[in-house]
T-cell receptor, first 116, second 112 residues
Framework: DAGITQSPRHKVTETGTPVTLRCHQT?????MYWYRQDPGHGLRLIHY???????DKGEVSDGYSVSRSKTEDFLLTLESATSSQTSVYFC???????????????FGPGTRLTVL | QKEVEQDPGPLSVPEGAIVSLNCTYS??????FMWYRQYSRKGPELLMY????GNKEDGRFTAQVDKSSKYISLFIRDSQPSDSATYLC????????????FGKGITLSVRP
């Protein structure tokens, strides 16, 4: 397995509380991603990072913010959690293999978040 | 219309059956076509990828791409209970850090 850990693995919280999920990698890969996975929607990109302090929005970024102060850590924050953010969150990493090569994404084990 | 559409499932087959999983896409600029496999309560893992039209075989798995029809398939021969998982198609453009676009996934159950 690629060296990716996510914490916590499970969390139950209440509406309106802030929540931070952590992704940690030991592969020294440049790119990191946060996805959410919901029934009927598949995997959707929330935010991604292309380097330390370099981040950008994905398809479903509203209500989420991210930070990357070190290569190995990528944090996802829900500023004020809502029930619609109940989901399974996956972190992924990749490294550019050069022009014309596949940049495989490796996924972490996921965090199951329930917002009551 | 979403960029990538995948047959919804779920799909249940007996052991030994041939399984066909399919996706269609609308963006003709996609160049890499991937199949990820996701076991229950795990993260997705890359199973196979292809870069061009045609077939690619890996053991019991064959990935097929038809760019003219914007259609990709994954065939599983002699399916096994261990193949029971969710299969997601994904595709992206060429170039560094091109973001993946995923299908919704289909859950396959292979009955012993």
């Amino acid at each position: 397995d690629a060296g990716i850990t996510q914490s916590p693995r499970h969390k139950v919280t209440e509406t309106g509380t802030p929540v931070t999920l952590r992704c940690h990698q030991t592969e020294n890969h440049r790119y990191m991603y946060w996805y959410r996975q919901d029934p009927g929607h598949g995997l959707r990109l929330i935010h991604y990072s292309y380097g330390v302090k370099d981040t950008d929005k994905g398809e479903v970024s509203d209500g989420y913010s991210v930070s990357r102060s070190k290569t190995e850590d990528f944090l996802l924050t829900l500023e004020s959690a809502t029930s619609s953010q109940t989901s399974v969150y996956f972190c992924a990493i990749s490294e550019s293999q050069g022009q014309g090569a596949l940049d495989e994404q490796f996924f972490g084990p996921g965090t199951r978040l329930t917002v009551l | 219309q979403k960029e990538v559409e995948q047959d919804p499932g779920p799909l249940s087959v007996p052991e030994g059956a041939i399984v066909s999983l399919n996706c269609t896409y609308s963006n003709s600029a996609f160049q890499y076509f991937m199949w990820y496999r996701q076991y229950s309560r795990k993260g997705p893992e890359l199973l196979m990828y292809t870069y061009s039209s045609g077939n690619k075989e890996d053991g019991r798995f064959t990935a097929q791409v038809d760019k003219s029809s914007k259609y990709i398939s994954l065939f599983i021969r002699d399916s096994q209970p261990s193949d029971s998982a969710t299969y997601l198609c994904a595709m992206n453009l060429a170039g560094a850090n091109s973001k993946l676009t995923f299908g919704k996934g289909i859950t396959l159950s292979v009955r012993p």
